[in-house]
């Protein structure tokens, strides 16, 4: 059973930055792409970003293309979401999320997700 627990979520204001990271456990983490997701209020959860098994492929939502980085380091079994010139709309719970021996580009499909973590709360004052 894998284990993913996010952390790195807090307010922060229009334009600035925030890092999360995900730390994963009880599983072999390169066997598995993962991602990020997030869910506003009164909205569904949406796919962010997804990673491949050894982090050389990337994909992610147009919405956060060129603001938001995703990375990953199998050594730590740690996964990050670095988040750039965020606006009052990216405020979120975000997600990470695990598919064995899937795609980044799949991870953009709930049905590839086998593990979730509890969540992060992300708050962009405008």
């Known amino acids: 059973q894998v284990q993913l627990v996010e952390s790195g979520g807090g307010l922060v204001q229009a334009g600035g930055s925030l890092r999360l990271s995900c730390a994963a456990s009880?599983?072999?983490?390169?066997?598995?792409?993962m991602g990020w997701f997030r869910q506003a209020p009164g909205k569904e959860r949406e796919f962010v970003a997804g990673?491949?098994?050894?982090?050389?492929?990337?994909y992610y939502a147009d919405s956060v293309k060129g603001r938001f980085t995703i990375s990953r380091d199998n050594a730590k079994n740690t996964l990050y979401l670095q988040m750039n010139s965020l606006k009052a709309e990216d405020t979120a719970i975000y997600y990470c999320?695990?598919?064995?021996?899937?795609?980044?580009?799949?991870?953009?499909?709930?049905?590839?997700?086998?593990?979730w973590g509890q969540g992060t709360q992300v708050t962009v004052s405008s």
């Open positions: 999320a695990g598919g064995y021996r899937t795609t980044a580009q799949a991870m953009s499909v709930r049905q590839s997700i086998d593990y």
């Open positions: 990673i491949s098994r050894l982090g050389t492929t990337t």
């Open positions: 009880g599983g072999t983490f390169s066997a598995y792409a």
